[in-house]
C-alpha cells in the first residue's frame, strides 16, 4: 500500500500544489463576498437556505449548547443567520470581512445587545472583548485561503475552557470540481466519486454557472488532518467530531438509490474544539 506523506498546508510542498486551479488566473486579493452580497443576503433571507434550516443551525445551537451567562463570537458571520435563531439574553458578536454583509445583518437584527462589526478574521479584530465563552465558523472556513491564520486568530477571543464550533462543506465528500455522484443505474447505486483528496486546492466558484462574466467566490480545500493539524497547534483539543447529512427525501423510481446515498454521504463535517489556554 502507497502511504502519502501529510504535508500542513504553508509548507513548500503544498505551495507548489496549491494553485492547480488558478493558473493563468489572477491570485485573488480577498475571499470577501461583498462583490455577491445581494445575491447571498436574498439566498438566506431571514432564516437562512435550505440547509441553514433542516441541518446547520438547528444541530449547531445542539453543539454549541449556550446557557444564558454565554457568549458567542460568530467568525464569518455573513449577513448574521445565526444571530436569528439566538436566545436575546445570549452576548453576541459577529464579524465579516464584507461590509454590505455586515450592513445587512444590522438591519435584519432586532437585538440592541447583539453586534456586528466589519473585520479581517485572520487579523486583530476591532473589538474589545476577549472572553467569549464560545466562537464558532459557520461554512466560512473553507471559504478564507489562510485558515491557520483565522485558528490562531480565535483562540485571542476566547477564554480557558472556551469552545470553537466549525462547519464544514464535507471535505471528503465534497470538494468543489472534484467530487461527483456516480450512478449504477443497473445495480442501483449512487456512490461518490473522489479525483482527488489529499491536496489543498484553490477552486474557484461561479455563483451564476452559464451566465458570462458570473461573479466568483473561492473554495479552499484541505483535508481532515489538516484541520486537526491547525488546532492542536493553537492549543485546541478536539471535543466531537459530527457528520451532518441531508434529511432531503427523494420520490420516485430512483428513491431508494437517492435516498442511500443521502444518508451514506454526509454533507457537512462539524468539529467541536475546547482551548486549552489562557
Ligand atoms: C459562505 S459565507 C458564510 C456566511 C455565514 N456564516 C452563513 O452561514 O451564512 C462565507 C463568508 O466568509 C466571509 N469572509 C471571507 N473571507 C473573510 C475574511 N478574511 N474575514 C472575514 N470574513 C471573511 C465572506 O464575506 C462571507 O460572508
Not at 437556505?49 to 453543539?63: A, C, E, M, N, S
Not at 454590505?100 to 453586534?115: E, F, M, T, V
Request: proline fraction near 4%; hydrophobic fraction near 35%.
Amino acid at each position: 500500500m502507497r502511504v502519502k506523506k501529510f504535508t500542513p498546508a504553508g509548507s513548500a510542498v503544498a505551495k507548489r500544489r496549491r494553485n492547480v486551479y488558478s493558473k493563468g488566473m489572477k491570485s485573488p486579493t480577498n475571499t470577501s463576498w461583498q462583490g455577491v452580497s445581494g445575491w447571498y443576503n436574498k439566498l438566506v433571507d431571514n432564516k437562512g437556505d435550505y440547509y441553514h434550516q433542516h441541518v446547520v443551525i438547528p444541530r449547531v445551537l445542539k453543539l454549541l449548547n449556550l446557557k444564558a451567562d454565554s457568549s458567542l463570537l460568530d467568525l464569518a458571520c455573513g449577513q448574521g443567520v445565526l444571530e436569528r435563531h439566538l436566545s436575546p439574553k445570549i452576548i453576541y458578536q459577529g464579524v465579516d470581512i464584507a461590509g454590505s454583509l455586515i450592513r445587512a445583518a444590522q438591519g435584519r437584527s432586532k437585538n440592541s445587545l447583539h453586534r456586528f462589526t466589519v473585520g479581517d478574521i485572520t487579523k486583530t479584530l476591532p473589538i474589545n472583548k476577549k472572553d467569549f465563552s464560545h466562537v464558532c465558523l459557520i461554512l466560512s472556513m473553507q471559504n478564507i485561503e489562510r485558515a491557520d491564520l483565522v485558528i490562531a486568530n480565535a483562540k485571542n477571543y476566547l477564554k480557558r475552557g472556551g469552545k470553537l464550533v466549525i462547519v464544514l462543506n464535507h471535505p471528503c465528500f465534497r470538494i468543489p470540481r472534484q467530487s461527483s455522484w456516480i450512478i449504477d443505474e443497473r445495480n442501483k447505486l449512487q456512490s461518490r466519486k473522489i479525483n482527488l483528496y489529499m491536496t489543498p486546492l484553490k477552486i474557484p466558484i461561479t455563483i451564476h454557472p452559464g451566465q458570462q462574466n458570473s461573479a466568483l467566490t473561492w473554495s479552499f480545500h484541505q483535508p481532515i488532518s489538516y484541520y486537526s493539524h491547525i488546532l492542536s497547534g493553537n492549543s485546541f483539543l478536539i471535543e466531537k467530531i459530527e457528520e451532518w447529512v441531508s434529511d432531503k427525501e427523494s420520490s420516485g423510481r430512483f428513491a431508494k438509490m437517492e435516498n442511500r446515498g443521502r444518508e451514506e454521504f454526509p454533507l457537512f463535517l462539524t468539529i467541536k474544539a475546547v482551548y486549552l489556554h489562557n
